[in-house]
Nanobody, 114 residues
Framework: QVQLVESGGGLVQPGGSLRLSCAAS????????MAWYRQAPGKQRELVAA???????NYADSVKGRFTISRENGKIMVYLQMNSLKPEDTAVYYC????????WGQGTQVTVSS
């Protein structure tokens, strides 16, 4: 059974940075494309960024140029470096496969506020 554990969230001022981490344990294929998602209060969960096992990436328009997704294939770790954060980035952030294959973890709260 695959478990996804997100960490690294917190409270940050606008313009600040955070680095999120996701640890995937269990039987997960190393070639699986992984992704970060977020869900703001009252809104649907949305895709933020995705990365293939070879490192190809894609981003939501709202985060392009500010967020960077990366991964370690050996341990299936996925990271999200978030720079120039804005209040509208406030949400619970989750990781999963690009096809949302596994049960969602608890996520990590990111709050951008002065």
């Amino acid at each position: 059974q695959v478990q996804l554990v997100e960490s690294g969230g917190g409270l940050v001022q606008p313009g600040g940075s955070l680095r999120l981490s996701c640890a995937a344990s269990g039987s997960i294929f190393v070639g699986t494309a992984m992704a970060w998602y977020r869900q703001a209060p009252g809104k649907q969960r949305e895709l933020v960024a995705a990365i293939t096992s070879r490192g190809s990436t894609n981003y939501a328009d709202s985060v392009k140029g500010r967020f960077t997704i990366s991964r370690e294939n050996g341990k299936i770790m996925v990271y999200l470096q978030m720079n120039s954060l804005k209040p509208e980035d406030t949400a619970v952030y989750y990781c999963n496969t690009a096809t949302q294959r596994y049960n969602w973890g608890q996520g990590t709260q990111v709050t951008v506020s002065s």
